[in-house]
Antibody, heavy 119, light 109 residues
Framework: QLQLVQSGAEVRKPGSSVKVSCKAS????????ITWVRQAPGQGLEWMGR????????NYAQKFQGRVTITADKSTGTAYMEVNRLKSDDTAVYYC????????????WGQGTLVTVSS | SYVLTQPPSVSVAPGQTARIACGGN??????VHWYQQKPGQAPVLVVY???DRPSGIPERFSGSNSENTATLTISRVEAGDEADYYC????????????FGGGTKLTVL
């Protein structure tokens, strides 16, 4: 049973970067699609992008193209999501999760990582 | 790009049936998934591929999808079902991107 455990909360200043980790356990990491979703305070879910660790290449929502980088370390079973040039409206809970099958349902989810961007 | 439209809120009395709609152009031709999210928690998959339930999800949760509306139905609603619910699909016409509806707050009266 795959489990995803994320790194802890972060506080950053506008213009800086943050890198959130997502460690997989309980199943073979490389065979899954790891996807990232964020949720601003009081708002809905927003898909950011995904990676297939065995391929090593990310696929991003247009809104985040060029500012977000998703990577994976196959040796440790850990995925990473880095956001550059942070703005205050990047304040959100960031979730990693497994994207399943060709129809792309999402299960399970990590516990979430709160990133606060404030001067 | 493709848009999924949900009502902001639905209210239902305990024991009654809640129906949460997710509208989209010809959504019936797509595979739709549903998530439950309680305050301070990560989302949980409750229905996938329109009608299937993951292990551990009560039979009270069911889904349907036809023409321009997908629906999550919760029978015999309990107080513990109060949560936000999101529909989701994969848009093959938009570089394989994942799309979420805006979410529906289910209130149990």
């Amino acid at each position: 049973q795959l489990q995803l455990v994320q790194s802890g909360a972060e506080v950053r200043k506008p213009g800086s970067s943050v890198k959130v980790s997502c460690k997989a356990s309980g199943d073979t990491f490389n065979s899954h699609i790891i996807t990232w979703v964020r949720q601003a305070p009081g708002q809905g879910l927003e898909w950011m992008g995904r990676i297939i660790p065995v391929l090593g290449r990310g696929n991003y929502a247009q809104k985040f193209q060029g500012r977000v980088t998703i990577t994976a370390d196959k040796s440790t079973g850990t995925a990473y999501m880095e956001v550059n040039r942070l703005k205050s409206d990047d304040t959100a809970v960031y979730y990693c999760a497994r994207e399943v099958g060709v129809k792309s349902w999402i299960d399970p989810w990590g516990q979430g990582t709160l990133v606060t961007v404030s001067s | 790009s493709y848009v999924l439209t949900q009502p902001p809120s639905v209210s239902v009395a305990p024991g009654q049936t809640a129906r949460i709609a997710c509208g989209g152009n010809n959504i019936g031709s797509h595979s739709v998934h549903w998530y439950q999210q309680k305050p301070g928690q990560a989302p949980v998959l409750v229905v996938y591929d329109n009608t299937d339930r993951p292990s551990g999800i009560p039979e009270r949760f069911s889904g349907s999808n036809s023409e321009n509306t997908a629906t999550l139905t919760i029978s015999r609603v309990e107080a513990g079902d109060e949560a936000d619910y999101y529909c989701q699909m994969w848009d093959s016409n938009s570089d394989n991107h994942v799309i979420f509806g805006g979410g529906t707050k289910l209130t149990v009266l």
